[in-house]
């Protein structure tokens, strides 16, 4: 395939979280807006969701609108790029099957991210096959619409290998027919995992650690004061550590020169920020009452354009209806070739008929010649 295109996807478990935003939604848009690839799909895995959701559905389908008002609120244009539900994708779950065939059980117990979600969880031996598989689906997600792109965030590489290793697999057995992905991380490492305002090494919904796109200012505000710091900075005057600080890691993130001359003018940069903090002297609470400042100061337009869509629900439902659309017809395509590869094709192959036709017609030739010299021998 020579077109370039980009596959990105969110589980609607709950709204988006900043470091959704800086993993990947940022540059998403980013990509959108430059016009140097040629398709953008922007998929809402709910799908995925339900393998640990399944006792639930309605949290999944609650979240989906959740999404994609987070989508449009943080500028993704769907006349440029195309919004689309997993779920409504019936060809993705045909991949799914046959690329289950190409991978082992070890394999998919090998799978780095796979193993953490599975102790954060707590399942054991009780750990559901649709769980356990999920990396598999995910693959076939981004094959079928001959992804060359993925942005996501570090956590994410691991899924990307999964899913190089099952398109050389597939390629190398049935000929070249899928394109191999690769991963785009965020150009700041700060922004590659976000760690929780807990402290906790990933920012998640389920661990209930997030700053939310959503979040109104006094809601961020608390948040952020109630943030995990340095354990050693217990005065003004302690040293204290910027290194897996969370609050320093999020500035390193979100903080410009430009938040400096606005919010907090008595410092240059967050470089003297830094050396300050850990010379000693400055207490948690004025760093965190400049990065509450900061991040508000970019969330307030979400925030506003968020509000404006949800007085319009019909319209956000209509751009997802478009958008499954417009993404069924490339994976259609994709499927196509891909029945064709594995000589499944049975309708669509227009010769196919009739060379079966042939080699009947040709078994019943030598059958006739055979019984023919069967009844000449007997004479």
Known sequence: MDKKIILTADRPTGKLHIGHYVGSLKRRVELQN?????ELYIMIADTQALTDNFKDPMKVKDNVIEVALDYLSCGIDPTKSTIFIQSQIPELFELTTYFLDLVTLSRLERNPTVKTEMKTKDYDTSIPVGFLCYPV??????????????????????MIEQCQELVHKFN???????????IMLPENNSCRRLPGIDGKAKMSKSLNNCIYLSDDETTVNKKVMSMYTDPEHLKITDKGHTENNPVFIYLDA???DEDFKTYLPEYKNLAALKKHYEDGGLGDTTVKKFLAKVLNAKLEPIRNRRYELEKDIASVYNILDEGNKKAREHAKKTITRI??????????DNTFVTKQQKRFNNEHKKREEYLAYLAKTRK
Not at 34 to 38: L, P, R, S, T
Not at 173 to 182: F, I, R
Request: charged share 20%; proline share 6%.
């Open 34 to 38: 430059e016009g140097n690839y040629d």
């Open 137 to 158: 689906s995910q693959s076939a997600d981004i094959a079928l619409f001959d992804t060359s792109i993925v942005p996501a965030g570090e956590d994410q590489s691991p």
């Open 172 to 182: 190398s057995l049935y000929g070249e027919t899928l394109v191999s992905p690769t």
């Open 254 to 256: 979100f903080a410009t």
């Open 339 to 348: 029945r064709r590869a594995l000589k499944i094709d049975y309708f669509s």
